[in-house]
């Protein structure tokens, strides 16, 4: 079992998620170092799965309130091909 305080840590430095910090710390043994590198390794084998995905839809809204303050919001809807679209008949 791998201290949370290491994988907090590793997440906060690299911004990779919890899962592939706790995957190298586990790895590494608990060495901080060599997750790094391992992270790195990683990185340097190509684009994470998700690069390729595009997104197709999403919301960006803004509120300003009376005292001046804002606040944005965003949602992003990715699209995945997971089959061909169907095809539709024009009857």
């Known amino acids: 079992m791998v201290d949370i305080k290491l994988i907090k840590q590793l997440r906060e430095e690299t911004q990779v998620s919890i899962a592939d910090c706790t995957k190298a710390l586990e790895e590494a043994k ?13 990185e340097s084998r190509g684009p994470r799965k998700k690069a390729d995905r595009e997104t197709a839809q999403g919301l960006i809204e803004a509120y300003i309130h009376q005292n001046g303050k804002w606040e944005c919001f965003w949602k992003f ?15």
Request: with cysteine; aromatic share 4%; hydrophobic share 30%.
């Open 30 to 42: 608990g060495d901080y170092e060599k997750a790094i590198e391992i992270l790195k390794k990683e």
């Open 77 to 91: 809807c990715v699209r995945r091909i997971l089959s061909p679209e169907p095809k539709t008949s024009n009857a």
